[in-house]
């Protein structure tokens, strides 16, 4: 790892994500091969010649008609899990039809009181086994299963975005122990995803607060399943823990923030804007207090600091039969944008070729400190 001076030289002269490739040539020892191993870097220009009439328009989206004329975009690939990432940086200035138009976010939430999930024992199916009950939650079945066992966990309060740190905690204790209760009856059904899309704009159909579970049996979900594979390989080739190498190489790189041995990092090959991951030790139960006042953290700095509204929360753990017991939990969290934001945020690119993302890590992990 580089030493403190070398750490500090880089700090003076360095900004952003467009520092990247001088960081990571900053590094020494095993942090310049573990970033070797994990990172492709590459700068690149783009230009353009626009017309004079034009010039007016871009300097009031993009700042000045040069910003135009000459960009750089900085392309980074995890070369262990192939994730990768487009940055560029115009992309967030640009203009939008159809934005928000002053419509208030409170007030589209309230109109929506009265849904079915705020009678959630009459407004949802219940499971065979029946429902689970936390603190601020209960269980229903999914009226639309995506597998073979798949709960809606509706939460008692019907703003989506009033959670705190005892909500968070109570997400994943009563998510897993639906789960648990799923197992009983059906051993083989073992891979446990919680995931939570919050509002319309990250896919949630009903707006009153609440998240989902999944569990089912054979591989498990395809992005975890991957990156898993991925895991196995990078193991294979340098006999070296990824999750561990990720969580340093961000470390290195100033993207990181640690707390009781849960790490959260600020992505360096985000899916999509914003992008945190929060990565507990392995063998952490994800129930643990550690990772879960982590997790509430990440929410509560996204939603008070950085100004998210809509979301997308993943849990990423390992099979609840007991393979993969090197696996760490981790909790993928991604920003989806301004909730009435007519475009989409995901296109042809995301779906694919490489996600394009206007936001810089940087600025996120900032923000979050």
């Not at 929506?112 to 209960?138: L, N």
């Not at 891979?191 to 009153?208: D, F, P």
């Amino acid at each position: 790892m580089a030493g403190a001076a070398t750490k500090a030289r880089l700090g003076a002269r360095l900004k952003g994500l467009l520092g990247l490739p001088s960081r990571t040539a900053g590094l020494e020892g095993e942090a310049r091969a573990r970033a070797d191993r994990l990172l492709d870097v590459r700068v690149v220009t783009g230009r353009t010649s626009p017309p004079h009439a034009l010039e007016a328009w871009l300097a009031q989206h993009f700042g000045s008609a040069d910003a135009v004329r000459e960009q750089r975009v900085v392309k980074v690939t995890n070369i262990a899990t192939l994730e990768a990432t487009l940055f560029a940086p115009l992309r967030a200035r640009r203009p939008i039809d159809g934005s928000s138009g002053g419509r208030n976010l409170a007030d589209e939430i309230a109109a929506t009181e009265d849904d079915p999930f705020c009678s959630p024992e009459t407004g949802t199916p219940a499971e065979p086994f029946g429902r689970v009950r936390g603190a601020h939650m209960v269980s229903g079945a999914n009226a639309a299963m995506a597998d073979a066992h798949h709960a809606v966990l509706v939460f008692d309060t019907h703003d989506p975005l009033a959670f705190d740190a005892s909500l968070v905690a109570d997400l994943f204790s009563t998510g897993r122990e639906w789960a648990d209760r799923a197992r009983a009856d059906d051993a083989e059904a073992a891979n446990y995803m919680l995931i939570w899309n919050c509002l319309w704009r990250a896919g949630g159909s009903i707006v009153h607060g609440h998240a989902q579970a999944l569990l089912g049996s054979g591989l498990h979900y395809a992005h975890l399943e991957r990156f898993h594979r991925a895991a196995v390989a990078y193991r294979g080739a340098h006999d070296r823990d990824l999750v561990a190498d990720l969580v340093e190489l961000h470390r290195d790189l100033g993207l990181a923030m640690e707390s009781s041995g849960v790490t959260t990092i600020a992505h360096l090959t985000p899916i999509k804007e914003r992008e945190l991951l929060v990565i507990g030790r392995p063998g952490l139960d994800e129930r643990d207090p550690a990772f879960t006042d982590a997790v509430a953290r990440a929410l509560i700095a996204y939603r008070d600091q950085i100004g998210v509204s809509s979301f997308n929360l993943a849990l990423w753990r390992a099979p609840l039969d007991g393979r993969w017991p090197e696996f760490a939990p981790m909790v993928r969290l991604v920003d989806r944008g301004d909730p009435f934001s007519r475009p989409s945020d995901i296109g042809a690119m995301e779906l694919y070729g490489t996600p394009i993302v206007g936001s810089d890590p940087y600025e996120v992990m900032s923000q979050l400190r």
